[in-house]
């Protein structure tokens, strides 16, 4: 393996860490702020305005992270490919585009719950976006931004073979076979180390 090549298989496993770690926040924050948006609804006295938009802004930002992290992931597995000679994997067009319209998002037209591209030729990204606009808010959307489910990132992240996992299997592989030649366990049973 090339520096490059291991230098790129560093990046993968770290975006896609990150990608299966980043789902299961934004997961449980997503329940937690159902949660808090229900029970806020029903007049519970011990949950308030701040209590919700605190909670909201957590998922907003954790949300920015995943696509990012996802959009990160991407690239790497592409730099890994071509390091390797392999064929060039096409980009999810979304996903990049969502990503670029959060990094510019400043430059967008804001209204509500909803950023759209405006007039000139600020933020391109919009553009690329269905209907030209981005849901911001937080409340309500089962997918990031309300165009990309997080299980499917989280299905690609989990499809990329990261070196842990390479590494978990051979072991796996290894026990497996001392246990087929019978070598495994290495102490004999009723012995002080298997207790």
Same mark, same amino acid.
């Given at each position: ?67 990012? /992290?996802?959009?990160?992931?991407? !690239?790497?597995? &592409?730099? *890994?490919? %071509?390091?390797? =000679? ?9 996903l990049t585009a969502l990503r670029d319209a959060?990094?510019?998002l400043d430059d967008a037209v804001l209204d509500?719950?909803? /950023?759209?591209?405006?007039?000139? !030729?600020?933020? &391109?990204? *919009?553009? %690329?976006?269905? =209907? ?64």
């Amino acid at each position: 393996m090339t520096s490059a090549q291991e230098s790129a298989q560093w990046f993968v496993d770290l975006w896609a860490d990150e990608v299966r770690s980043l789902v299961h926040d934004v997961r449980a924050d997503r329940q937690r702020l159902d949660e808090l948006d229900r029970a806020y609804e029903r007049g519970e006295w011990t949950i308030t305005e701040h209590d919700l938009m605190a909670c909201g802004r957590r998922l907003w930002a954790r949300q920015h992270h995943l696509v990012w /992290a996802a959009n990160q992931l991407e !690239r790497w597995v &592409r730099r *890994l490919a %071509k390091e390797q =000679g392999q064929p060039e994997i096409p980009a999810d067009p979304e996903l990049t585009a969502l990503r670029d319209a959060l990094e510019h998002l400043d430059d967008a037209v804001l209204d509500d719950d909803t /950023a759209s591209a405006g007039p000139g !030729r600020n933020n &391109r990204s *919009l553009r %690329k976006l269905p =209907g030209g606009q981005l849901y911001i808010g937080a409340f309500g959307a089962s997918r990031l931004f309300g165009l990309v489910d997080p299980a499917d990132l989280e299905r690609r992240a989990l499809a990329i073979v990261t070196t842990a996992d390479r590494l978990e299997q051979e072991a796996a592989d290894y026990a497996h076979d001392l246990m087929a030649r019978g070598e495994w366990p290495p102490w004999e049973e009723g012995s002080e180390e298997e207790q």
